[in-house]
């Protein structure tokens, strides 16, 4: 499955789950009930993910914890709290270069509306969705056709 299908799944289950349980809880409710909606929808989630980091030569088990990363694709970072602040986006953008993941969601359930709550980051740009293998099998892979590709996957992005 390619990042913008997980990220669109990703935004689903977390608007059904703002929706039900409603702003302000704790982030630990969110993340293990956010895990377990995208586990039902066939995802593997792997929570509180160790990253290991290196600085001037020396490596340390733990530099940061994930909290979410959905089919070791997708980066979830999870808040809830009144604002995000530009520190939280810096953050989710420094985690997306140390784990070399190329796609993250920054999702602050504290928000009135999960909507408002959303932001989504590239850690450099994201691999074209590939066409289906019918179409490159008739030699069908021109860049108008990528390039159509990607106009239609711009409604998968926030």
């Known amino acids: ?20 349980l409603g702003p302000g809880l704790l982030e630990t409710v969110y ?7 995208l586990e039902r929808r066939g995802l593997s989630v792997q929570r509180q993910v160790a990253v290991p980091i290196e600085y001037e030569g020396e ?12 089919e070791s694709k997708v980066l979830l970072e999870l808040k809830s709290v009144e604002r995000v602040t530009p520190a939280h986006k810096k953050q989710l953008l420094t985690y997306l270069r140390l784990t070399g993941l190329k796609l993250g969601y920054l999702l602050n ?9 959303i932001t989504r980051t590239i850690n450099g740009s994201l691999d074209p969705i590939p ?3 019918f179409d490159s099998m008739r030699g069908k892979d021109s860049t108008e056709e990528l390039s159509l590709r ?9």
């Not at 499955?1 to 039900?20: K, P, Q, Y």
């Not at 359930?109 to 709550?117: N, T």
Request: charged share 30%.
């Open 59 to 70: 490596s340390f088990a733990e530099g940061f914890r994930a909290d979410l990363i959905v």
């Open 1 to 20: 499955m390619h990042e913008n299908e997980i990220g669109s799944v990703v935004v689903d289950c977390a608007v059904a789950l703002h929706r039900d």
């Open 150 to 158: 990607r106009r239609e996957t711009e409604g998968l992005r926030l």
């Open 109 to 117: 359930f504290g928000e009135a509306l999960m909507r408002d709550g």
């Open 131 to 133: 066409l289906s293998p």
């Open 31 to 37: 993340e293990v009930t956010l895990a377990r909606a």
